[in-house]
């Protein structure tokens, strides 16, 4: 029992001992609207397979070929690598595919100690409107960086590629999307920073 209350002390003494590390920044609340745009990554997928399969035959059109959307993201920087959200996507596809979805984002953020840091949005999505399809879903994963503009707002930028389930048809999208990110915490940024 004494070399328990001796570890106990050691350690105790060790941790009040050390100077406070400086706290890495979060950004608080948050609110991210995006636009996107991408084309149809399974069209050229089948396209090349219908071509090896059918060498006298032309490849056949299939629909959907390009996607744009926008969205908005609201929540909360948890920690200073993670944050969760959730929102609206909005999303048009060629042959008259409106849809919207809820969304549910989670953020993994790298290098954050630069007032710049690399991130990964993990994306789920379900159909909330009707549609010329029922019961959609996306799963989505964006790669960008958060590029400091004023103090509480960054601007965002990079690629994603996202499934979607449009009725009986599968299609996987590859694009661009650009966006802004407002949050609460002043001081996030160089920009913040006194």
């Known amino acids: 029992m004494k070399k328990l209350y001796f570890i106990f002390v050691l350690i105790s003494s060790f941790a009040f001992s050390q100077t406070k590390l400086e706290k890495r920044p979060i950004q608080g609340f948050y609110f991210s ?50 944050s969760l959200g959730g ?4 999303s048009y596809t060629t042959n008259n595919f409106h849809i919207l979805y809820g969304i549910i984002q989670p953020k993994i ?4 100690d630069d007032g710049e840091p690399i991130f990964i949005d993990l994306t789920y999505g379900f159909q909330l409107n009707k549609s010329v399809v029922d019961n959609a879903d996306l799963y989505g994963l964006k790669v960008g960086k958060l590029i400091s503009h004023r103090k509480r707002l960054s601007q965002q930028a990079g690629f994603y590629l996202e499934g979607q ?23 996030y940024n160089e920009y913040g920073k006194d």
Do not use: C, M
């Not at 969205?71 to 948890?78: D, F, I, M």
């Not at 929102?87 to 909005?90: D, M, R």
């Open 109 to 112: 953020l790298f290098n954050v």
């Open 165 to 187: 389930q449009l009725g009986n048809t599968g299609v996987t999208f590859v694009g661009l999307f650009y966006g802004l990110t407002i949050f609460s915490n002043k001081n």
């Open 87 to 90: 929102g609206l996507k909005y």
């Open 33 to 82: 609207p995006e636009l996107s745009a991408g084309f149809n990554l399974s069209n050229i997928i089948q396209g090349n397979r219908d071509r090896d399969n059918n060498p006298n035959n032309p490849p056949t059109n299939y629909p959907n070929d390009f996607s744009y959307g926008f969205s908005a993201v609201a929540g909360y920087h948890l920690i200073p690598n993670l």
